[in-house]
């Protein structure tokens, strides 16, 4: 790679902590800075520099800018779909004022070439077609963590028109990885299916039987974020954000994914709030146009990515492995 500097900011979470280390790969430790409210107890982050940021400090941010120069940012954080609904004041507050703060950075400051923030599948909503989700279609997200990530969308997509910031995005499906917990949002039961069943041998799950969502392994979300963004900018002709797939599944058919090897294993239903959530969100999402335009194609189905999670998962617990 060229001369990128990174900024991720946000990137203790359970996305952050992976993209940390996929990025000190490519462009080597010195050049990714790392940043969060604090640092994570966790080896991946001694690599390289590290940044105490909250991203609605703008003087902070500054400081951070003006010390290390970054090229592209990636700004993760943000307060999930469950986290959000119960603080949905603070919610807006971080998922916008963040968003603006970096945005307007890459506008003002031109170094800064290219910006990096995810959407999600909650961007959709009871009136958006379930199935084959379009990239376009009826938008009326109900949770306001949906209703952060689809105004977002909108705002990226100005700020690429208005001021020609190079702004990229990708809907994100649930994401299921083994190296990071997730930070409270609906699709979590399928990170913490696969610890239960090693742990317990049973999962009480939060959302009930039938329940299909999409969800991606770690894997192949952090080969779209690097592919996206690594595009030349005329691929990325949606400035928007990208429907993005991996796989779909209910609690059952993960359950059965995982009883193939632990035939033992028991699954129990006792949805709440977040049942209401998780049926407003798509259940199989049309991702064409990300395989139009940079060529995306996911590695993973749920057979391969429970093979893996329980390899990984169990030499965690029982041969000493870190978490
Ligand atoms: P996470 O909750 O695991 O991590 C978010 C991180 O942001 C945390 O480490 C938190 O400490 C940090 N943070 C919170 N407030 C901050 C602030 N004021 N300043 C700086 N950092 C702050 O979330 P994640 O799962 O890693 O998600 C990352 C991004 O991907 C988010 O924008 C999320 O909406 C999006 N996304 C995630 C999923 C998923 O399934 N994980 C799906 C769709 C979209
Ligand atoms: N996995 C995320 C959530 O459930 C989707 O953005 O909130």
Not at 7 to 30: F, M
Not at 136 to 165: A, C, F, S
Not at 215 to 240: F, N
Not at 248 to 275: G, N, V
Request: hydrophobic share 35%.
């Amino acid at each position: 790679m060229g001369t990128e500097k990174i900024l991720i900011i946000g990137s203790c979470g359970q996305l952050g902590t992976e993209l940390v280390e996929s990025l000190r790969g490519i462009y080597g430790d010195a050049n990714v800075v790392a940043s969060d409210l604090k640092k994570a107890d966790n080896p991946v982050f001694e690599g390289g520099p590290f940044e105490e940021l909250d991203i609605l400090d703008k003087k902070r941010f500054s400081e951070v800018l003006s010390k290390h120069k970054p090229t592209h940012i990636y700004h993760l954080a943000a307060l999930l779909s469950a986290t959000a609904e119960k603080n949905p004041e603070f919610a807006w507050k971080l998922n916008m004022d963040g968003l603006f703060h970096v945005l307007d950075a890459a506008k003002e400051d031109k170094s800064i070439s290219r910006v990096y923030w995810p959407s999600s599948i909650a961007a959709f909503g009871p009136n958006t077609p379930r199935f084959d989700t379009p990239q376009y279609g009826p938008m009326d997200p109900t949770t306001v963590y949906g209703i952060t990530k689809y105004t977002g969308e909108l705002y990226i997509q100005y700020y690429y028109n208005r001021y020609g910031v190079d702004t990229r995005s990708l809907r994100y499906p649930g994401l299921i990885g083994y190296k990071s917990l997730p930070g409270g949002g609906t699709t979590d039961y399928a990170v913490a299916i696969y610890h239960d069943a090693l742990r317990e041998g049973k999962h009480t799950c939060f959302l009930g039987e039938g329940t299909t969502l999409p969800m991606l392994y770690m894997p192949d979300a952090l080969k779209a974020t690097l592919e996206v963004m690594h595009a030349p900018a005329d691929q990325i002709k949606m400035r928007m954000s990208y429907n993005l797939a991996g796989m779909s599944f209910s609690p059952e058919e993960i359950a059965a994914s995982i009883q193939q090897h632990l035939p033992e294993f028991k699954i129990e239903y006792a949805p709440d709030y977040r049942q209401q959530i998780a049926n407003s969100w798509p259940a199989v999402i049309d991702d064409s146009l990300a395989r139009e335009h940079w060529g995306w194609k996911p590695e993973f189905n749920l057979e391969d990515m429970t093979t893996d999670m329980l390899l990984n998962i169990k030499q965690m617990y029982f041969q000493g492995g870190n978490n």
